[in-house]
């Protein structure tokens, strides 16, 4: 496993903790982790740069659900422009 891997794996665990310390929807996916609510609004992170293709067609359920939505691909790997997210990248 990647340094990308274990820091994307990190960062899930985070938000997981945090979602159900909060009572939020957590969505758990094998490709995915979906925490809803609260004022942070819908987090997705995507947990692999290849998810399933089961899990890569929640992400759009997820987003059209409404509020303040941020998707995070730390791979880089996916185009949500047609969902009207904006990419944007962490500064290195």
């Known amino acids: 496993m990647t340094?990308?891997?274990l820091a994307t794996r990190n960062a899930a665990a985070l938000w997981e903790a945090l979602g159900e310390t909060?009572?939020?929807?957590v969505t758990r996916r094998?490709?995915?982790?979906?925490?809803g609510g609260g004022r942070n609004g819908l987090r997705v992170i995507l947990l692999?740069?290849?998810?399933?293709?089961?899990?890569?067609?929640?992400?759009?359920?997820l987003v059209r659900a409404g509020g303040r939505v941020t998707?995070?691909?730390?791979f880089s790997a996916h185009d949500f422009?047609?969902?009207r997210l904006t990419p944007r990248t962490l500064a290195s």
Do not use: F, I, K
């Open 3 to 5: 340094d990308l891997h």
């Open 22 to 25: 909060r009572g939020q929807e």
């Open 30 to 35: 094998p490709g995915l982790l979906g925490v």
């Open 48 to 61: 692999s740069p290849e998810p399933a293709p089961d899990d890569l067609a929640l992400v759009p359920e």
């Open 71 to 74: 998707v995070e691909d730390p």
């Open 81 to 83: 422009t047609e969902l």
